[in-house]
């Protein structure tokens, strides 16, 4: 017979877990594993709230058990760490993001790409090496092998930093892979959430002409005066998206809801460049043609 969350380990451990697709967070009382000599044992001071946590704690996604504890953007401060651990030391400040292990030796480990791990298992609703369930940070604190620790800057406040680790790193890394990071080059980005006010930064940061794309009027003062971004737009307003037609180097996309495709494509340059970085619950419609025109 399995044994129950707070048995599973000696660790015992405390955070908010949902038990069903209601999506209401509650007390749980769980445990975590002993520290392993790779380990490195944290206090989870701030976590992040991630769109993600909420589509996996309702199940939006299909594919949830519960109880699940979510959180994965996890920052806090070591407590212990393992005698093989040679990166980290009590007292260092941590953070751990959306993958807390992987094979190691596929191509995709291999090349520093973890995420593209066909093994990888991620910071919680998972089983883990050992057959239990991963849990998230929403609770008191983590364990976690060293490789998927990082070592958290002096200068970067923990509160405010900790969205890097999923909202941050989810936006930066396309806009560097698909050459969207250099002075002058056109992007958009859709939406104006989590995601979307990071990739505004970074995109403007790095010098690029900015435009955001959002339903909703009320956001434009937050999107030209806050982030500073060069034009928005209303995505619902026809001759809006039509005077933008064929002007965009890259689209960063972050909508989490069902929402169509094709306008945003005719946004872009020939062969220029959409990146679906939200992840809504269901499929998305394409029209052949969209792409075959440009």
Same mark, same amino acid.
């Given at each position: 017979?399995?044994?129950?969350?707070?048995?599973?380990?000696?660790?015992?451990?405390?955070?908010?877990?949902?038990?069903?697709?209601?999506?209401?967070?509650?007390?749980?009382? %769980?445990?975590?594993?002993?520290? $392993?000599?790779?380990?490195?044992?944290?206090?989870?001071?701030?976590?992040?709230?991630?769109?993600?946590?909420?589509? %996996?704690?309702?199940?939006?996604?299909?594919?949830?058990?519960?109880?699940?504890?979510?959180?994965?953007?996890?920052? $806090?401060?070591?407590?212990?760490?393992?005698?093989?651990?040679?990166?980290?030391?009590?007292?260092?400040?941590?953070?751990?993001?959306?993958?807390?292990?992987?094979?190691?030796?596929?191509?995709?480990?291999?090349?520093?790409?973890?995420?593209?791990?066909?093994?990888?298992?991620?910071?919680?609703?998972?089983?883990?090496?050992?057959? &239990?369930?991963?849990?998230?940070?929403?609770?008191?604190?983590?364990?976690?092998?060293?490789?998927?620790?990082?070592?958290?800057?002096?200068?970067?406040?923990?509160?405010? $930093?900790?969205?890097?680790?999923?909202?941050?790193?989810?936006?930066?890394?396309?806009?560097?892979?698909? $050459?969207?990071?250099?002075?002058?080059?056109?992007?958009?980005?859709?939406?104006?959430?989590?995601?979307?006010?990071?990739?505004?930064?970074?995109?403007?940061?790095?010098?690029?002409?900015? &435009?955001?794309?959002? &339903?909703?009027?009320?956001?434009?003062?937050?999107?030209?005066?806050?982030?500073?971004?060069?034009?928005?737009?209303?995505?619902?307003?026809?001759?809006?998206?039509?005077?933008?037609?064929?002007?965009?180097?890259?689209?960063?996309? &972050?909508?989490?809801?069902?929402?169509?495709?094709?306008?945003?494509?005719?946004?872009?340059?020939?062969?220029?460049?959409?990146?679906?970085?939200?992840?809504?619950?269901?499929?998305?419609?394409?029209?052949?043609?969209?792409?075959?025109?440009?």
């Amino acid at each position: 017979m399995a044994k129950s969350p707070e048995l599973e380990h000696p660790f015992k451990a405390y955070g908010y877990a949902a038990q069903d697709a209601s999506g209401v967070l509650a007390p749980f009382n %769980f445990s975590r594993r002993a520290t $392993g000599e790779k380990d490195v044992r944290f206090k989870v001071l701030y976590c992040g709230i991630c769109h993600s946590d909420l589509h %996996f704690i309702k199940n939006e996604w299909g594919f949830t058990t519960y109880p699940v504890i979510p959180g994965h953007e996890i920052v $806090g401060v070591v407590t212990e760490v393992g005698s093989k651990v040679d990166k980290f030391k009590v007292g260092d400040k941590v953070g751990v993001g959306c993958i807390v292990q992987s094979c190691r030796s596929c191509q995709s480990c291999v090349n520093d790409l973890e995420n593209y791990c066909p093994k990888q298992i991620i910071t919680y609703g998972v089983p883990d090496l050992d057959g &239990t369930r991963t849990y998230g940070g929403y609770s008191d604190h983590m364990v976690t092998d060293e490789h998927f620790v990082l070592r958290w800057p002096e200068n970067l406040p923990l509160d405010a $930093g900790a969205p890097l680790l999923c909202a941050g790193i989810t936006t930066y890394s396309p806009l560097r892979h698909f $050459g969207l990071d250099k002075p002058g080059v056109k992007v958009g980005v859709v939406g104006l959430g989590g995601l979307g006010h990071l990739a505004v930064k970074f995109a403007k940061a790095f010098g690029a002409e900015v &435009t955001v794309f959002s &339903t909703s009027p009320a956001k434009k003062q937050e999107a030209l005066e806050g982030l500073k971004a060069d034009h928005f737009i209303v995505s619902k307003d026809l001759e809006q998206m039509q005077a933008a037609a064929s002007s965009l180097d890259g689209i960063i996309d &972050t909508v989490s809801a069902t929402h169509p495709i094709a306008p945003l494509l005719s946004l872009l340059k020939p062969d220029g460049k959409l990146v679906l970085v939200g992840a809504p619950e269901k499929p998305l419609e394409l029209a052949a043609f969209s792409l075959i025109m440009g």
